[in-house]
């Protein structure tokens, strides 16, 4: 039976959560993409375009996708290229997910670092969309919120991973 305490199972926990928002978010974009692009062919088909569904379309896919990027992540649904194990001896690849989510963390963390100061820049301007005026800060932080749970993904996936290895110890002992 699995403990339901501890920082491990509190950080799986509010994993599961953010999961579930994300979810309602991508359905939600989803369905808005749907909807707008069915508008958008039905305006074209009776001459009357409505140009500013492109824009709308537009946004949610951007967020769609970012937030999609953090589902597949939580749930093991990216392929893994494992030759690098065919030439390492058995006793590393235990470490190697560990390893290769480190490195995803680093890149992560890079890319919301870098990204952060792009956001602030779009704010600071006062920069907004072509046909709703959307501030573009706003466009621009649903790949950052993306990130961000992707990142909390990466970090919960590690922790999950040392836990496993520490009660594999504990078994061999």
Not at 43 to 68: H, K, M, Q
Not at 74 to 98: E, M, Q, R, T, W
Not at 104 to 121: E, P, Q, R
Request: aromatic fraction near 12%; glycine fraction near 10%; include cysteine.
């Amino acid at each position: 039976m699995a403990e339901k305490k501890g920082i491990v199972y509190g950080m799986n926990r509010l994993g599961d959560q953010m999961e579930k928002v994300l979810n309602v978010v991508a359905a939600i974009m989803l369905g808005i993409i749907a909807i707008a692009v069915i508008i958008l062919v039905l305006g074209r088909e009776i001459n009357i375009p409505v140009v500013w569904l492109d824009e709308i379309s537009t946004y949610a896919v951007i967020w769609a996708i970012f937030f999609g990027l953090a589902l597949g992540y939580k749930n093991g649904l990216f392929p893994k290229v494992d030759i690098i194990c065919a030439v390492l001896p058995k006793s590393v690849h235990k470490y190697l997910g560990i390893f290769w989510d480190l490195v995803g963390a680093v890149m992560l963390t890079m890319i919301l670092w870098s990204g952060k100061d792009y956001i602030l820049h779009t704010y600071s301007s006062g920069t907004t969309s072509a046909q709703l005026k959307v501030p573009l800060y706003l466009v621009y932080s649903g790949p950052m919120i993306g990130y961000l749970f992707t990142l909390y993904f990466t970090i919960v996936n590690i922790v999950n991973q040392i836990a496993a290895l520490g009660k594999k110890g504990e078994k061999e002992a």
